[in-house]
């Protein structure tokens, strides 16, 4: 079974972004970037596959900027096998990269695709649905378990309510929530060995897809800040505020 | 203009999810109607003809509905489509499941979460955690749009629209639902609570949780928790309030041993009376709180529950 891991670039989760004050965006000059969290999550879960001998081939696939090759060289120090990064130096909105996955999905038929559940920079949560319908495949999203039972994926979910079980067919596409696993730290050994692994570079042009934006971005702004507000000094006098302020009592 | 809303409901009873994305879908301008797509669902659509602004209830009442699954839902949502300007659902579990999967299959860049409607093409909607808001403009003809429900009121339940009962799509048949393990209280849901007493790491086990549920149940409020707690296993995952948790905007949120992450601080900070209750004066989460305690949660939740018992509560 081949497994394929879309990887994306963001901004460290650590990092407290700035708007920019032009407000055309968010100001990425000299910010640490990461592997999105929850692909750090969907590459250690691919590569358990392949440790337990289910999957027999994992690859990473990153769509942006080339310095995404570092995102990729991190999932091939993880374990993964080979990498393939689609450049673009234009915004990539999930439809599309839903569309290039499927093109290279088309390619290398892999049985399972796990993504992340979402960017933690755009918040989106959309590529893998898209995926999962344009290649008219089962989704199981926002994964905390997932098994094999014969031909099936025995998958468990984190749903609003608490957790959903559904057997899918296969192939299918899975995305990754924070309790599916926790993700292994490279190390040395492993870093060095990732450096000769191969990472094949396209663009979308490759594979015919079109990646003009159907969202227009008008601006970006800063939230409203909320006012810093007091100390108190006992349980008595936080009660009395709270009464006073009209929320309890 | 005509939008469709996808209601948000258990089979039994509508959540009132449905009644603020009916807010929001009003302000796209047109006609509302509200697709209930469910098994046994008298009920749910009932409820949906009476909220304010909604002229037509669509029932789709099929076992395929029952669990409202992804592919099922989808393909019923792309069948009835063509007549929709705009497709919206709330941004749940369900909402996010299904939206993109539609959206894809009509060739449409879906608008995730939006807190805002500027015009009936132009959104705002937060990125970075809520650290920053996008206005973005769509330019596809259809419209695919999840909501952020703690933005928008509640529509008023003045409505008496028409219901219509039409027939299931096609069943794609990829996929089983087996079963649910669903975490069962008798306090209010986190997302509709007006009030939520919130654990972190500092609470040190669930067992310490109970702390908190004596206040919930003084207060009327319903119990949440940072991601730390849910990962240490303190308290189940539908507890997880944050960024890639539930998002909340009651009006009191009492964080007890909670550090204030970035990440955290997505999901609450937006409500209207946030109080901190923490041993290290330095925690970033006494940056947002209106009243900050800075105390042993050990001997602050017990006290605070005392002094409650003295309002009377
Ligand atoms: C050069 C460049 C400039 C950009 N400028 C902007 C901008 O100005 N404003 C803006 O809002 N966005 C910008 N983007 C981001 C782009 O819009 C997002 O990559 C896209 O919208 C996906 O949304 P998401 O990350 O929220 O997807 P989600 O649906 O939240 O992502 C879910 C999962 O899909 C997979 N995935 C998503 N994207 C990729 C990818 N690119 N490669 C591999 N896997 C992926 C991952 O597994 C991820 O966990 C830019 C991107 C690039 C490359
Ligand atoms: C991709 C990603 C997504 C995430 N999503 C979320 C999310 O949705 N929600 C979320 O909450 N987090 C999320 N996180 C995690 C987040 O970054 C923090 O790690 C987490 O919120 C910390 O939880 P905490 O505040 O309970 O724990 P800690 O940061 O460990 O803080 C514990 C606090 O308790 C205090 N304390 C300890 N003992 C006592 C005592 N006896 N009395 C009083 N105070 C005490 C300490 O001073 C400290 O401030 C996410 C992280 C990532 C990478």
């Known amino acids: ?249 | 203009m005509t939008t469709l809303v996808i209601a948000e409901h258990n089979n039994q009873t509508l959540h009132d999810a449905t009644a603020k994305v009916v807010t929001a879908a009003t302000k796209l301008g047109g006609d509302v109607h509200v697709l209930v797509a469910g098994q046994g669902v008298d009920a749910v659509a009932a409820a949906a003809a009476k909220l304010a602004g909604v002229s037509k209830v669509l029932v789709a009442d099929d076992a395929q509905y029952a669990h409202r699954t992804a592919e099922p839902l989808a393909a019923l949502v792309v069948s009835l489509a063509g007549s929709y300007d705009a497709i919206v659902a709330a941004a749940t579990t369900v909402g996010k499941n299904f939206a993109p999967r539609a959206a894809a299959l009509l060739d449409v860049q879906q608008i995730s979460e939006i807190i805002e409607v500027d015009a009936p093409d132009t959104f705002k909607r937060p990125i970075y955690a809520g650290n920053a808001i996008q206005t973005v403009k769509s330019t596809d003809a259809k419209k695919v749009i999840t909501v952020r429900t703690t933005t928008f009121p509640a529509a008023a339940q003045t409505g008496s629209a028409s219901i219509e009962k039409i027939g299931a799509a096609a069943n794609p048949g990829l996929s089983e639902w087996v079963s649910e393990n669903l975490t069962k209280s008798d306090r209010p849901e986190l997302t509709s609570a007006k009030i939520i007493i919130s654990g972190g790491r500092g609470m040190q086990s669930g067992d310490n949780f109970h702390m908190l549920d004596k206040i919930a149940d003084k207060l009327g409020a319903a119990v949440g928790a940072s991601r730390a707690a849910v990962d240490a296993g303190f308290v189940p995952n539908d507890y997880q309030v944050g960024q890639t948790g539930k998002v909340v905007a009651p009006d009191l949120y009492i964080a007890v041993g909670i550090s204030g992450a970035i990440q955290h601080l997505a999901g609450m900070k937006d409500s209207k009376v946030i109080v901190a209750i923490n041993k290290d004066e330095e925690a970033p989460i006494f940056q947002v709180a209106d009243y900050g305690l800075v105390a042993d949660l050990f001997q602050a939740v017990p006290a605070l529950e005392q002094e409650l018992g003295k309002i009377g509560l």
């Open chain 1, 1 to 249: 079974m081949k497994v394929l891991v879309p990887v994306k670039r963001v901004v460290d989760y650590n990092v407290k972004i700035r708007v920019k004050s032009d407000q055309t965006g968010v100001d990425l000059a000299n910010v640490k970037m990461s592997m999105n969290p929850f692909d750090e999550i969907a590459i250690e879960e691919a590569v358990r596959l392949k440790e337990a001998g289910k999957a027999t081939e994992v690859i990473a696939v990153s769509i942006g900027v080339a310095q995404s090759t570092e995102t990729i060289r991190t999932a091939l120090a993880m374990g993964a096998d080979r990498g393939i990064l689609v450049k673009s130096d234009e915004t990539v909105e999930p439809l599309a990269v839903a569309k290039i996955l499927k093109a290279i999905v088309e390619a290398e038929k892999p049985d399972l695709v796990i993504l992340g559940k979402q960017a933690i920079d755009d918040d989106s949560n959309q590529t893998g649905q898209m995926l999962a319908a344009l290649l008219g495949w089962p989704q199981g999203t926002f994964a905390s378990k997932v098994e094999f039972e014969g031909d099936k994926l025995l998958l468990t979910r984190e749903i609003d309510g608490g957790l959903q079980t559904l057997k899918l067919n296969m192939p299918a596409v899975v995305t990754t929530d924070l309790r599916l696993n926790e993700p292994r730290y490279a190390s040395l050994p492993n870093i060095m060995k990732a450096k000769k692994k191969p990472i094949d570079e396209k663009t979308p042009a490759d594979y015919g897809v079109d990646v003009k934006a159907r969202l227009q971005v008008l601006k970006v702004t800063e939230p409203p800040q909320r006012q810093a507000g007091i100390k108190v000094e006992s349980v008595e006098q936080l009660v009395a505020k709270l009464k006073e302020a009209g929320v309890i009592g």
